[in-house]
């Protein structure tokens, strides 16, 4: 994946799209930022530049999906996995116990965990995605870039006779919301990919790469303020500016 | 044979079994059901089954109408998407499949007292009857009928006319802050009592906007789109979305609109930019002169706190790269910026000749009528009506809500009595100050209708089809109007007695008169009406997601111009806190903000918390923005809760600071209120809206404030 910053917005369309399409259920009113479920959470940073030169840059951050992710080594119960098909990074509800060690153990504070059994306001379970299903309290939950979405692709292309998915079938649900089309998805492994292209664009960047997670998740700006953020914990930073 | 079977063997066979069973599969496998089976109780929400179908229809959440096609199981939307390729929806729109589950629904008419926290059960044949009643005592000079119309333009909003059309003192009018409200002064100037102009913005090479939320839809533009060949330049004081996307982000201090807008026009006509002979020898272009000439770019500059650079290339940009618009917006929760700004913004396109041009200020035909032409009640403005003069106020929020401060309408009420009806499918909004809500069908179970919006340079209307059935106790709001025409003795000729009849009715005319296209959502193709053997047939293409537009008619019938809107030289009088210096200590200037996707909707899905509550992307209602510095003078850090003190009264607020806020201002998130997101919360609760009174020219979209501890 690749999220071009410089067309962000920072609407909001695709964290309300993840949430629709994943079963992300509403907050509770004690909820807040540190407890609530985003799948896909739109940090906003800024040049750190004082009125009128002040800018921002609105990052959206999900699961960067690493090549060498911290949380599966630390998991007690294997209940992450990295396919080997895919290379998404697999969250397995059924096996988590709640330790929640690999919340701990990501930099990108991108797994939430269940505090609470979801609840939806009466009658709208009716809206729910059947082909994701719904988690209960004491479970780590994260994006796997609607997995939902690539079996319905895999079927499809099965049902059709054919070994390989249609990449145009294959659309997470962040992508196709984004009004702006920030966010450009595609097998990285394919050099052909528009997305492999602009992953190897020189503006192009990774969040923390000195750690050496290898994230499949890459970031584009002509702005070099931006890339400079790179090496910086957006959600701290978010956190310091804002909130003292 | 006899077995002997001591209490040695017997433990040695519980053991053995213990063992086994331990190194057998069997321990395993109950432990992973175990955990399958706890994962399922039977209050873990399941997922709809059914069959999977799409539908399409349009949103009505918003004026804009965007096509959606809704994934559906079992006959029940779970997804909503653009149905156009290349399109998206807004996070409101896409969920706008959740709101008939809303928490706040309505189920059936409500009684709402101040301070109790639950409404009281009523019935809608009691609404009625206190209705009617209401009508009789104002009939008999107790005070006014106002219908205040959330939605302005469809068929329900002429029901409304026809229905009090019998009563002297009844009018109907827009709610405050509706998108395009600051149309009305254009109308003005270009001497009309009813809008036929639209603006023609995907034509524009430059667009001068002053607070519109071009970047959010606001006037239907598709701004990403349109990027390659549309160059922005936004006026506002705080750095919006629609500020951080434009070509250039002018911030002008609060209030001084009007002043930038004058000190452009001191540049067109300093420097020869522009062709003033349609206007020269008006009585109003004279004061007009006279106005422009106090407001040089230096002088303009210092009262905004721009460069003169600025105002200097601005001008110049509108005069050479046209064709260029200027546009008055309304903020998505600070609302207009008063009749004396907007005309002196509008006057800008008068000067640059943008009427009745490409690209500019367009004439349309306006949409056909429901009905024929039958004495309507007058239209007029909220702040047109005398305060304290009103006796019935019916909010018609059937169609969508605005924002806006509740003290503008309370203001009209008789103090000798008076009564509060709204139409709403929630209980927030509007809705939660009235005496009496009576539930509507909500958007997806009723056909909402889309009529022209504001900007659209063609007329045009698109329905928006219902995917479910209509709740039960839910009352169909023209239906209510013919209830309450026959407990008031009120005369509403015509056969339509459903808001879907009377839409009907509208069709059928369009029909009749046989011009324009229904363009399909799906591939594009336009269809012109005349093809169309009937009335019927355009209804079922409007229902499949179709939209009418009407032919271009690009030529407005001759006007006069009036480029002071009336105003003279009032028109360079500024707000005293744009021109007051020194301001009085710690006197900061609050600035609602809000965006415009969740404005136009008195509820929102309850997962848009991800956006408001979950992380700190958009902020939740009541947070109060302070720039750094502007904190330090003041002695307060980040994570305080503080007093916030206008005019109106005072409320605790959470304090974050900002670099990005213009230092002396206070930026407030107004919406969407807590009830809005889904919680329960006594209705009618002083919101933070309730801070902000609307100044002399009824705008609050900026206020005096002070910060104070505790």
New interface residues.
Partial sequence: MVIDLDRCNGCGACATACAVENNVPPARPSANERTGLTWQRVYRASNGRQFPENRSVYFPVSCQQCEHPPCVSVCPQNAVDVSPETGVVSQIPVRCLGCRYCMTACPYHARYFNWFDPKWPDGMETTLNPDVSVRMRGVVEKCNFCHSRWQAAKAKAAAAGKRDLDPADYVPACVEACPEKAIVFGNLDDPRSGVAKSAKSANAFRLLEKLGTEPKVFYRSDRAWVRRLADADVAVQEKEATRG | MKFNVTRRDVLRFAGGAAIGTALSPMPWNLT?DL??W??N?S???????GERATRTTVCALCPAGCPVEARC?GG????L?AAND??????LG??G??L????NRLTGAVGITRGERRPAAVTTDMVVRETARAIRSARAGAGSVVVLDTRPGRSGSWAWRRLLAGIDSAVVAAAPGLEGASLASLDTMLDARSQSFGLDLRNARTILSFGAPV??GWGQLDL?AARESVRLVQVEPM?S?TA??ADR?L?ARPGTEAAVALAIANVLLAEGLVDTTALSGTDEFDSYLSVIAGFSPDRAAAIAGLAPDEIFATARELASSGPSIVVAGEQPGGGPLGRPAETAIFGLNLLLGNVDREGGIVGRTPLPAPGDDAPLTPLARLDEIPDHSVALVIIDASAGDGVYPWSLVARKLSPKGSLVVALSPFLSGSAARANFAVPTPPYLETIHELPTSFAEPVASIALSAPLLPTRSGAVDPVAFMRSIARAAGLDLAGEWATTESLIRERVARIHRAGSGTVTSPADGSATLVAELSTSDELWDALLAGGRWSAAPSNTMPPRTMRITGGLGTALGELPTRATATPRPTGTLTLVPRATRDTSASAAV???????Y??????GSTGTA?L?P?TAASLGF???RNVRLLTAAGAMRVAL????????GVVEIVVAPE?SA???KTAPGARTVLDLLTPGNEQTWSAVDAQLLEG
């Fill in positions: 992973d955990a399958i706890t994962q109780w209050w873990i929400p399941k997922p709809p089954k199981i029940l939307p779970v997804a998407r290349g399109a998206a929806l807004c996070p896409m969920t499949h959740h008939p589950h809303h928490p970047a959010e990403a750095r979305r951080e996307s982000w911030p899905s309850p997962v848009l918390t991800k956006l509550q979950e992380s700190g992307l958009r923005v720039n510095r850090a980040a994570g974050m600071l900002d670099e990005g806020v213009m230092p807590r997101l889904g919680e």
